[in-house]
């Protein structure tokens, strides 16, 4: 079984990754310019400031040099009427991998899919595809060489060994190389404590950042408490952070058939464990909270990656996946043994039951720690579980709003808060001058519904009654670089349909068809 269990056990024998399609050279975006002015925008700043505006926003190159003057416009300037339109901060995801082999997801598919939901900046949690791939699209994305968001790479912990680190001191010396090939940081899924211990230390050391999915194979030694004591900046989803909370055992309630294996067994009771932990405002509820926010320490939830956990029918079938879902992103979705994610096999009522009550205690924590100070970021996972890459960014804001996040807290997750947390708030994440002229630009109040933000936009009725699709980004502004958006959904579109033709099929079949 091709499970993460499989995954995670021969990554340190890896000695490169099999890589995707590499992304193509620049065919679109405007600029950057020696002046651009933005005219007449509605302006949600990210700082969780409330929208203000009409105003004019004046960028020379890629930067922003002031809001709100009276700008003349000259022969050297480009003038991009934004009347009335939500002027936002590009977005952040901080949990954006690059496609991927299995998935037969090329560079470009996944690049425009994120610039035509307004993502310019990713963090790529593992460099899944190599790290210099990563690396190679990192510094091309810089050099505005290639239609994408700018990139943080993170690594593997262990990826590129020829056996598994067994040593504090094989630890140091792979973080030491991995900084000295230009790594931003480390993914960790779970090592000996002393061993895990040694690797933050070092990741610190060496100026690097860090970011784990607790698996449940070593959560037992060391839980969200114990990395972020050590040094650990981010967790990934929410696994270790229950386990913290525990108060009357020490291991999760496991069935006596259980089995990491199998995906089914993993995901299911995963379901399962939230409400083992400690309740909401009990005192190691609040001793968590507390000190996990004392240490500085962020949360990615990425709820989106487990909706269908909670209602599969609704994720399958998703209106964006007929046009959208490469016919071989479609085929890893569908329930396999082989393929990480695809567990539903007799995916049960009492399981989507037990997810809808996880979701609510998850939410309850993630809600509590953003209004006890805590940092909270926005990170999709996209090319799992039926979610595809913009799409399943954009639902991640519609459950932080359901976790309890007042809208505009919602955006300053997606934005200044995502870029705190990878070292980047001087140079991105709101709208200010002096930072990089990042920008979503989009015709209708996202505040009032995110719905507005998916490429596929959102059912209304206009003054005659009629029924149309509002909304969808406009623009999307990377480095003063102005990239229309509708346009780089078109090519997706095109690419998807050319990829069924190609396949012989008019339609994603369900599973049994």
Not at 85 to 91: A, C, E, K, T
Not at 139 to 148: D, E, K, M, P, V
């Amino acid at each position: 079984m091709k499970s993460l269990l499989f995954l995670l056990l021969s990554l340190p024998m890896l000695a490169s990754a099999a890589s995707i399609e590499p992304a193509s050279e620049r065919q679109h975006g405007e600029g950057p310019f020696d002046r651009l002015v933005l005219k007449g925008g509605i302006v949600v700043d990210g700082t969780g400031a409330p929208a203000y505006g009409p105003v004019d926003i004046l960028v020379e190159n890629d930067r922003i040099v002031s809001i709100g003057g009276q700008y003349e416009i000259d022969s050297r300037t480009r003038l991009l009427d934004v009347s009335g339109m939500y002027v936002l901060p590009g977005f952040v995801d901080m949990h954006g991998h690059i496609g991927g082999v299995d998935q037969g997801t090329p560079a470009d598919y996944v690049m425009k899919l994120w610039m035509g939901h307004g993502i310019t900046t990713i963090r790529d949690p593992g460099s899944g595809n190599g790290l210099d791939f990563v690396l190679e699209h990192k510094r091309r994305s810089a050099a505005n060489r290639i239609t994408a968001p700018r990139i943080k790479a993170y690594v593997f912990f262990g990826s590129g060994e020829s056996a598994p680190i067994t040593t504090p001191e094989q630890a140091r010396a792979w973080v030491r190389r991995q900084a000295k090939a230009g790594a931003d940081g480390v993914k960790l899924f779970g090592a000996r404590p002393e061993v895990l211990q040694a690797t933050l230390d070092e990741i610190r050391k060496q100026g690097l950042r860090s970011a784990m999915h607790h698996a449940q194979l070593g959560v037992t030694r060391a839980d969200v408490m114990d990395t972020a004591e050590w040094g650990l900046t981010t967790m990934e989803h929410w696994y270790g952070l229950p386990e913290a909370l525990f108060t009357d055992r020490t291991v999760q309630d496991y069935p006596a058939d259980y089995n990491y294996m199998n995906e089914y067994h993993r995901f299911a009771e995963a379901g399962r464990l939230w409400q083992q932990a400690a309740a909401p405002g009990s005192e190691r509820w609040e001793t968590v909270r507390d000190r996990l926010i004392a240490l500085d320490f962020t949360l990615d939830p990425t709820f989106t990656i487990y909706e269908a956990n909670r209602d599969l029918m609704a994720q399958r079938r998703a209106e964006w996946h007929d046009e959208y879902t490469l016919p071989s992103l479609w085929e890893f979705f569908r329930p396999s043994a082989d393929s990480h994610g695809s567990y539903w096999f007799d995916w049960s009522t009492a399981d989507e039951i037990a997810w809808k009550a996880n979701f609510r205690r998850w939410m309850d924590f993630v809600n509590d720690y953003k209004n006890h100070g805590g940092r909270v970021t926005v990170g999709s996972d996209s090319g799992y579980i039926y979610k595809i890459y913009g799409f399943g960014y954009i639902q991640e804001l519609e459950l932080l709003q359901e976790a309890g996040f007042h809208p505009l807290e919602v955006v300053r997750a997606a934005t200044l808060h995502g870029a705190e947390a990878i070292g980047m708030a001087g140079q991105v994440g709101s709208i200010e001058p002096g930072k990089k002229a990042d920008f979503v630009v989009v015709p209708g109040n996202p505040l009032g519904n995110f719905k507005l933000l998916y490429g596929t936009g959102a059912i209304q009725l206009d003054d005659e009654g009629n029924i149309v699709r509002a909304g969808g980004v406009r623009w999307t502004i990377k480095d003063g670089i102005i990239y229309d958006a509708p346009a780089l959904l078109a090519e997706v579109r095109t690419m998807v349909a050319n990829a069924k033709k190609e396949a012989g099929i008019t339609e994603l079949r369900q599973p049994g068809l």
